[in-house]
């Protein structure tokens, strides 16, 4: 994502460091992906669709999931995701060592 954002509409924040500033706690960053627009917070597929309005190539498909039943979709999707995370991570860390 961060080479998709050339304008650098983007702050990506490292929610593992003791000083990211957020008013979520570090537990709840680490469990689901967290975007804020504006004054906004948003968490699963609504913060990934806000991350993509933020990028120009992706900003029409942010648009898109503002439809309640695409986000409901995605969100579904992410939701299965989270499941596999672990076991993708792990499998990860194998690849990388």
Not at 52 to 64: D, M, S, T, V
Not at 86 to 95: H, S, T
């Amino acid at each position: 994502m961060r080479r998709l954002d050339w304008r650098g509409n983007i702050q990506f924040i490292d929610a593992t460091s003791e000083t990211a500033d957020c008013p979520l706690s570090r537990h709840e960053l680490l469990e689901r992906f967290h975007a804020r627009e504006g004054e906004q917070i948003y968490d699963g597929a609504a913060a990934f669709a806000a991350m993509w309005r933020a990028i120009p190539p992706l900003r029409l498909l942010g648009e898109i999931a503002r439809f309640p039943l695409m986000l409901r979709g995605l969100e579904y999707l992410y939701g299965h995701f989270l499941r596999v995370r672990p076991v993708l991570q792990k499998i990860m860390r194998k690849i990388g060592h």
